[in-house]
T-cell receptor
Framework: ETGVTQTPRHLVMGMTNKKSLKCEQHLGHNAMYWYKQSAKKPLELMFVYSLEERVENNSVPSRFSPECPNSSHLFLHLHTLQPEDSALYLC????????????FGQGTRLTVV | DQQVKQNSPSLSVQEGRISILNCDYTNSMFDYFLWYKKYPAEGPTFLISISSIKDKNEDGRFTVFLNKSAKHLSLHIVPSQPGDSAVYFCAASPVNSGNTPLVFGKGTRLSVIA
């Protein structure tokens, strides 16, 4: 139990599909993040939600749409993705204004076919 | 342009010897640095951190050294164990980060050979 839970763990979707990734944190944190990990690249920040408001959108294409209904839940809605979007998508949470580390979920391995 | 660089994609070390993982950064506003460890099929887990007011932080077998003038930090693992085999990510956070998230390097894959 890591405190940050992501579902599903694996997802294969076609380019015309619509799917959603879910993240839930049980740590009482008030900031949540989506990161993308592609092979041979640094972890790329996608979105930041702080106190349930989106505070950063790191030039992510509109085919990725985040949703943060409350401080414990974060979604990433996927629509008409491309094969190059195949990657490991990681959710993380932290306490805003606390220099403590971010806690990560186990990730969703996404394959777009 | 990468602000946090881990120039060695991989490292192999004999069990019992020292592992040294290196990280360089370019942004002088970074003042808090972390190392994360990642096993396959799992998310990164926090390992150790250091604030810029220190030049060394030690936790058991893990020690992080910070050289601010060189904008360089390193993680030492001694003695290395086979269970240490993982990808290690260096991350940095700027001054007064508030809700500014961490900036990560590409990672270094450590293999500890029994």
């Amino acid at each position: 139990e890591t405190g940050v839970t992501q579902t599903p763990r694996h997802l294969v979707m076609g380019m015309t599909n619509k799917k959603s990734l879910k993240c839930e944190q049980h740590l009482g944190h008030n900031a949540m993040y989506w990161y993308k990990q592609s092979a041979k690249k640094p972890l790329e920040l996608m979105f930041v939600y702080s106190l349930e408001e989106r505070v950063e959108n790191n030039s992510v294409p509109s085919r990725f749409s985040p949703e943060c209904p409350n401080s414990s839940h974060l979604f990433l809605h996927l629509h008409t993705l491309q094969p190059e979007d195949s990657a490991l998508y990681l959710c993380a949470s932290s306490q805003v204004r606390n220099r403590a580390e971010a806690f990560f979920g186990q990730g969703t391995r996404l394959t777009v076919v | 342009d990468q602000q946090v660089k881990q120039n060695s994609p991989s490292l192999s070390v004999q069990e019992g010897r020292i592992s040294i993982l290196n990280c360089d950064y370019t942004n002088s506003m970074f003042d808090y640095f972390l190392w994360y460890k990642k096993y396959p099929a799992e998310g990164p887990t926090f390992l150790i951190s250091i604030s810029s007011i220190k030049d060394k932080n030690e936790d058991g077998r893990f020690t992080v050294f910070l050289n601010k003038s060189a904008k360089h930090l390193s993680l030492h693992i001694v003695p290395s164990q086979p269970g240490d085999s993982a990808v290690y990510f260096c991350a940095a956070s700027p001054v007064n980060s508030g809700n500014t998230p961490l900036v990560f390097g590409k990672g270094t894959r450590l293999s500890v050979i029994a």
